[in-house]
């Protein structure tokens, strides 16, 4: 029992759950691990465990199934209480190449099954990712993965899975932060029952220094990065913010304890520039 006198530590932050399309519950926030080498990975995705997070975002181009897997076994958390995202590579979109490539992520992470499973990039000018779907409809069917979705679909793409009338994905994951908000994207989604999840929530930090952002987060007793953050989440995305600082990766969490006002909110969404940093969907292959 803690004495009195015995400071408390501070409480885990509640992070709010989402309910996708079929009925399985996602948290809002997660944590990214896009850049950090396989061997860095346990450690960073255990400080994220033990802050709180419970679901955490990989890829197979990312190389660090591995460690991810690692920190997940090593944490003593049940399987039940965790939500682990992993990505279709564009080298493997194919019916058959996408069912090697699942099991091969599935060894890697050394699970049993994942919750989400994304389709990484359309790649277009390949012209496979309804054969990619047909296989992902597949491994949804046998139970392998909780929830199929995609990532980096623009409303075209999408709209031709929409028309095979088979599963409709629960994500679509994007770039998307104060400076590229994804408005007609994050519609369309909301249209079908799609939520949206915003990769580089934070620009990579890049629009940490904005005053509109710096001047919220001074009034707030905040951080710039807990206020975009909680602007995400009021917009009704999931975000994945990417830290291997464990002082940040406490920070981001903490960042759905964050309250932004009306005008808060205004005012941030009025930053939105076309600023995409990353390759637009329909010219990557
Ligand atoms: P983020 O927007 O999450 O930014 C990460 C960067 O911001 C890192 O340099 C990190 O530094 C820094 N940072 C994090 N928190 C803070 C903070 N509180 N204060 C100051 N700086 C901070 O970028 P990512 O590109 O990593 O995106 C997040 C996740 O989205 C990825 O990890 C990945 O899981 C996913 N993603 C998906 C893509 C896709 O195509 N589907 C593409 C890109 C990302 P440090 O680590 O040094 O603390």
């Known amino acids: 029992m803690t004495s009195p006198t015995t400071p408390s530590a501070p409480a885990t932050p509640t992070v709010p759950a989402l309910t996708l399309n079929n009925g399985v519950t996602i948290p809002q926030l997660g944590f990214g691990v896009f850049q950090v080498p396989d061997d860095e990975t346990t450690e960073a995705v255990a400080s ?3 802050a709180g997070y419970r679901s955490i975002d990989t890829a197979a181009i990312y190389g660090n199934e591995v460690g991810t897997g690692r920190a997940i076994a090593e944490s003593g958390i049940a399987r039940d209480d965790l939500f682990v995202t992993t990505k279709l590579w564009n080298a493997d979109q194919g019916y058959d190449s996408t069912l090697r490539a699942f099991d091969d992520s599935l060894e890697k992470l050394g699970l049993d099954t994942v919750d989400l499973y994304l389709i990484h990039w359309p790649t277009p000018a390949k ?3 309804l054969d990619t779907w047909r296989a992902f409809e597949r491994l949804y069917a046998e139970g392998r993965t909780r929830a199929i ?3 980096n679909f623009e409303p075209e793409h999408l709209q031709r899975i929409l028309d095979l ?3 409709v994905p629960a994500v679509n994951q994007v770039e998307a932060h104060p400076a590229l908000q994804q408005r007609a994207v994050q519609a369309f989604g909301a249209e079908h029952g799609i939520l949206t999840e915003a990769w580089s929530p934070l620009a990579q930090g890049a629009v940490l220094g904005d005053p509109t952002i710096t001047d919220i987060a001074t009034r707030l007793g905040a951080t710039p990065a807990q206020v975009i953050l909680r602007w995400h ?4 995305r999931i975000v994945i913010p990417k830290s291997v600082t464990p ?5 981001n969490l903490a960042s759905v304890d964050v309250q932004l006002t009306v005008e808060d909110r205004a005012a941030i969404d009025a930053l939105d520039a076309d600023g995409r940093t990353g390759p637009h969907p329909a010219d990557f292959n």
Not at 233 to 236: E, I, K, Q, S, V
Not at 247 to 251: A, K, L, Q, S, W
């Open 233 to 236: 989440l009021d917009a009704g």
């Open 127 to 129: 012209d496979l990712y």
């Open 247 to 251: 002082t940040r990766i406490r920070e």
């Open 48 to 50: 994220a465990l033990e």
């Open 149 to 151: 979705g995609v990532s």
């Open 165 to 167: 009338g088979g599963t």
